[in-house]
């Protein structure tokens, strides 16, 4: 009888990564389209427009204005509302150009129709807030959350809280579909945040207040990065320990190409009613897939359905055509397995997060690793939702952000396994994406601002990806899953703060990406201070940790990493599995330590 001492036996017989788990990576990848729409949305429908103060009387001219001229000759249409606008509205130089306010106009009795040479300031130099609601330039939106809910003024920051209760969904919703995945499966979960996500995102277009939308903006965020964790975890699930870097670097692949499509819709869809409607229904086709998709196998040999696993690793041999390899008694080897693990479990302490903090080497590690991906998931949100600053055109600019995403992470393989490494690879990419930020805090031009802006956003996401990878060989085995899971959940704090940290735009112009530049910069130096682990074997134990020198890993001892076998490779638990968009679920203890690592969005998990 054929002994499998671990799970990943299994996949050494019938493929690591084969047709069968090539195809399922392709399919669940679907998922993350609609899933990168529902999370970058927000730079198009809280978009803020050009506003100001509404004259009564003039109102129905200017109706008339977005009527007769908005679909047909955009100049025509500035050129109509900008007249009632200079002729009411206080101004003031900035920056060598004339600028209008936005929360008052002059406290006047105003004509009932405007005629042209007619200015309040002639009049008056009293002003008064706005009383009469205001007038928006429609010219690139017609409707956004901004113009519906006036978010304007002494409301202006409401539409960037929205965003940070997203992203705070997206905390609440890492933790949520772990629990309902370990008990229901992930399979269930996965079809279960797509329904939910669909139903919410479309009741959320039926808004009639701002806490209404922004109550099921939070709720989106909970089951829009569920679908993002489960399509991750379906995957890694069923690839050998070897491989799992490719769906590791095709999910925010395919990230980048949901937001592109994104930036596409968004040109010819300018209400934000009819842009989240659409993006609800592109969910719907991934319920085709329900008939399509496998349960983890790893999952059911967890729960003791032993002949279910059986089908579906018979169904992915024949499907690599190597269903000749399989042991003719596979469910009786897996039984066995699982018993061995469990008595493990039995007789192992659980490893929390707070054993990251009680010793002094992995104390320090992980106090820099949180930096590090805080620092991250806060530059990457931050640029990635401040595209409409960064550029004349909101849709070409946000494209373009989004198609940097697709060269940067492609150029994370060749990176890490050059002479530069993990860590002197992601301080460079710090370094140069703290530069580009503040470098456009400080430029005019809107061209040089947008190349040098996605430059930035070109390094913070390769970083971003590299950091993951560099993570899950940092901690030792027994603290990895912890580890990486503490690490990225606490990168959520970076992406709530993210859109907060744009409105400080507000009170010096370009103020947040100083600061981007800086914690960049500090960054770059942080990760220097952390051991190489290209080519050296991961740390097993606490006391390998504690056991060296905190900026070299020779002392290992231990044959380089590409010299290492797959057996050894699979004692070591080397599983490097990452994207840009979020928090690590672990879905799944097997023997000697390893573990399946699944992401669940930067966007990104």
Not at 184 to 193: D, H, Q, V
Not at 356 to 373: E, Y
Not at 388 to 400: E, K, Q, R, S
């Amino acid at each position: 009888m054929t002994t499998i001492r671990a799970f990943d036996d299994i996949l050494g017989l019938i493929g690591e990564m084969g047709p069968a788990q090539i195809k399922l990576m392709l399919l669940v990848c679907l998922s993350c389209l609609p899933e990168a729409m529902y999370s970058m949305m927000a730079v198009f429908i809280t978009a803020d427009t050009g506003y100001w103060c509404s004259v009564e009387e003039w109102q129905p001219d200017v109706d008339d204005c977005y009527t007769e001229y908005r679909d047909d000759d955009i100049d025509a249409y500035l050129g109509c509302i900008h007249k009632y606008r200079n002729s009411s509205i206080p101004r003031y130089v900035e920056d060598g150009d004339i600028a209008y306010e936005h929360c008052t106009k002059y406290d006047t009795d105003y004509p009932a129709s405007w005629y042209e040479g007619y200015y309040a300031s002639n009049y008056t130099s009293e002003v008064v807030r706005c009383d009469k609601g205001w007038v928006y330039d429609r010219s690139q939106y017609k409707a956004t959350v901004v113009t519906e809910f006036d978010l304007v003024c002494d409301d202006q920051y409401l539409a960037e809280i929205s965003q940070s209760l997203f992203y705070a969904g997206y905390l609440v919703g890492s933790f949520l579909s772990g629990s309902i995945a370990d008990l229901i499966g992930r399979y269930k979960t996965f079809f279960l945040a797509i329904t939910l996500d669909f139903v919410f995102g479309l009741t959320m277009s039926f808004a009639t207040s701002y806490w209404f939308f922004a109550t099921f903006r939070f709720l989106c965020g909970v089951f829009n990065i569920s679908i993002y964790l489960m399509s991750f975890v379906i995957v890694t699930e069923l690839v050998g320990p070897s491989k799992r870097v490719y769906p590791g670097i095709a999910v925010p692949l395919s990230f980048s190409v949901g937001s592109m499509i994104l930036g596409m819709f968004a040109y010819f869809i300018r209400d934000w009613r009819n842009l989240q409607r659409i993006s609800s229904l592109c969910l719907i086709p991934l319920l085709l897939l329900i008939p399509v998709l496998p349960e983890s196998a790893r999952w059911l040999m967890a729960n003791g359905k032993f002949d279910e696993a059986e089908k579906i690793l018979i169904k992915t041999a024949k499907g690599n055509k190597k269903e000749d390899k399989l042991p003719k008694d596979l469910a009786e080897n897996l039984r066995q397995q699982e018993e061995i693990s469990e008595e493990k479990k039995r007789n192992t302490r659980p490893v929390t997060a707070i054993d990251l903090f009680r010793t002094t080497r992995l104390r320090k590690r992980t106090l820099m690793l949180l930096i590090l991906w805080f620092v991250n998931s806060l530059i990457y949100f931050g640029l990635s939702l401040n595209t409409a600053a960064l550029g004349d055109n909101d849709y070409v600019t946000f494209f373009i952000s989004a198609a940097v995403e697709f060269p940067a992470n492609l150029l994370v393989i060749p990176l890490i396994q050059s002479p530069s490494g993990r860590r002197y690879s992601e301080s460079g990419l710090l370094l140069t994406a703290g530069i580009a930020c503040f470098t456009t805090a400080f430029i005019d031009d809107s061209t040089a601002v947008t190349v040098i802006a996605m430059t930035g956003k070109f390094c913070i996401t390769a970083s971003y990806t590299i950091l993951y990878i560099y993570t899950l060989e940092i901690f030792p085995t027994t603290h990895r899953a912890v580890g990486m899971g503490t690490c990225s959940t606490f990168s959520r704090l970076g992406s709530i703060l993210a859109p907060l940290m744009i409105v400080l735009g507000d009170v010096f112009d370009g103020l947040h990406l100083i600061i981007f530049g800086a914690l960049s910069a500090i960054a770059a130096l942080i990760i220097l201070l952390l051991p190489e682990t290209k080519g050296k074997p991961l740390s097993e134990t606490i006391e390998d940790v504690e056991g060296t020198n905190t900026l070299d890993m020779k002392e290992f001892g231990a044959p380089k990493k590409e010299d290492v076998s797959y057996e050894e490779e699979e004692e070591e638990g080397i599983q490097t599995g990452a994207t840009p968009e979020g928090d690590v679920k672990i879905t799944g203890g097997q023997e000697n330590g390893g573990y399946v690592i699944g992401v669940d969005q930067r966007n990104v998990i």
